[in-house]
């Protein structure tokens, strides 16, 4: 069995970690590529939430190895109070891997992504703070450190100076702060190196002698498509590629070995921070949305803008991932509304526009041209099977599943693993 990828299709916050977590009990590793602590991944089992931001989701399933790898950038600090209140909570971490390639947000990454965003004022992205944009640039910059830096002090402390040289004028001189000390960093830096001592591993070479033993192995994204530095509402955007590439880059595996790329698709649409986002509600509506969905951060406990689905944006996430099928997510949330607006094209100056633009201005002008379904009262948290939905939720999903460009292969009809209707096998 090859390599599945699961990755949000709109702008985060999809239900990935739900996702991940039921096919996590079925693959041997599940890996994620990009991003770092700005994820919030929640996962209900039984009664337990569980609320995760830089472990993958498959760490909760005990036969399955998570890896961290290359493409993610790693807060050694978030990451053992991480593993600390899953210990606590009786969960083994022990089989956690980390790739030694993988960068380090330092505290001066921190720092400079929050006086950024501060200097930016009213043209801020409203990033999670976590300083993962500042991380991405000195990686691509060369002026990154990584794990592996943290085991040779010599090394790590002309890379922590070189970093730093002229952040520090930017700092004192542009920001108005003061300058960071090279010698501190190294040494808060240096005191996370023999706790992550026993996690660093080849996981390039480990991923691949996994496949070629027949292993399944499960890529989860942080984000979602449209945050995506390339494919995204740049420069709303993350600073990493959540879109099915960056699966290959952020783990060294090659696309050849994907054969299935699932994308989370919300029954509806959020997005968390600044940018546009057509089908915003600022009604009662989206209110309703927020206060049914809980649509609330789990990182940074900001509420979340809500909106109708954006059937442009569903398929855009098709073409750009090579979907090959959607987990529809949340379609419980809907319940209660006599008709459900979909978004099925745009308005841009006047003419009708099927696509997302690829022109940003063009999509700041986008107006949603809606197409009312009938909606459902009935409670469908319930519901096991595509049969037990009301005929109206049917159609609602057979409406979003046609115009998305790819099958829905499962259905989200609450938080719980158990509350999910498998219309296919994901591991087929
Ligand atoms: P992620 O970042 O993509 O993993 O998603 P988040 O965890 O940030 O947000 C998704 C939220 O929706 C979480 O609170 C999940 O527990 C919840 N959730 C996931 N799937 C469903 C569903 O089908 N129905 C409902 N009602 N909640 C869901
Ligand atoms: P999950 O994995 C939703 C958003 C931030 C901001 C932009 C850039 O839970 O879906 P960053 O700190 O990454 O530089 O912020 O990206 N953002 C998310 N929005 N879900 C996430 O992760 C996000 N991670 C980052 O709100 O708009
Ligand atoms: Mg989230």
């Not at 004192?172 to 960071?180: D, E, G, L, S």
Request: glycine residues 12%.
């Amino acid at each position: 069995m090859p390599a599945l990828v699961l990755l949000g299709a709109q702008w985060g916050d999809e239900g990935k970690g739900k996702a991940t977590d039921l096919l996590g009990g079925s693959v041997d590793y599940v890996v994620r590529y990009q991003g770092g602590n700005n994820a919030g991944h929640t996962v209900v089992v039984g009664d337990q939430k569980y609320a995760l931001h830089l472990l993958p989701s498959g760490i909760l399933s005990p036969g399955c190895t998570p890896v961290i790898g290359n493409g993610v950038v790693i807060d050694p600090s978030v990451l053992f109070s991480e593993l600390n209140g899953l210990n606590e909570r009786g969960v083994d971490t022990s089989k956690l891997l980390i790739s030694g390639n993988a960068h380090i947000i330092t505290p001066y990454n921190v720092t400079v992504d929050k006086v950024t965003e501060r200097f930016l004022g009213k043209r801020k992205i409203g990033t999670t703070g976590r300083g993962i944009g500042p991380t991405y640039a000195d990686k691509i910059n060369r002026v990154g450190i990584r794990v592996q830096d943290l085991y040779d002090e010599s090394i790590l402390t002309q890379k922590v100076e070189a970093a730093l040289d002229g952040k520090n004028q930017l700092l004192t001189k542009v920001f108005n702060r003061r300058a960071i000390e090279a010698g501190q960093v190294v040494e808060e830096l240096l005191t996370y190196a023999e706790r992550l001592r026993p996690y660093v591993a080849d996981t390039v070479l480990l991923l691949n002698k996994a496949l070629d033993d027949d292993k399944v192995v499960l890529f989860e994204g942080g984000q979602g498509t449209l945050l995506d530095i390339d494919h995204g509402t740049y420069p709303f955007v993350t600073s990493s590629n959540p879109t099915a590439g960056g699966a290959c880059t952020g783990s060294g595996v090659g696309p050849t070995k994907i054969s299935r790329v699932i994308g989370i698709l919300k029954a509806y649409t959020t997005r968390v921070g600044a940018g546009p986002f057509p089908t915003e509600l600022l009604d009662e509506d989206g209110e309703a949305l927020r206060r049914i969905g809980g649509e609330r951060g789990v990182t940074t406990g900001r509420d979340r803008r809500c909106g109708w689905f954006d059937a442009p944006i569903a398929r855009y996430a098709t073409r750009v991932n090579g979907l090959t099928d959607f987990f529809l997510t949340k379609l419980d949330v809907l319940t209660g509304w006599d008709e459900i607006p979909v978004c099925v094209a745009y308005e841009i100056d006047g003419k009708r526009v099927e696509e997302l633009p690829y022109s940003q201005t063009d999509f700041h002008h986008a107006k949603p041209i809606y197409e009312n379904l009938p909606g459902w009262s009935e409670d469908i948290t319930k519901a096991k099977t595509f049969a037990d939905l009301p005929k109206n939720a049917q159609a609602y999903v057979k409406a979003l599943e046609d115009m998305s460009g790819a099958p829905i292969s499962a259905i989200g009809v609450g938080p719980g693993r158990d509350e999910t209707i498998e219309i296919n096998s994901f591991l087929r």
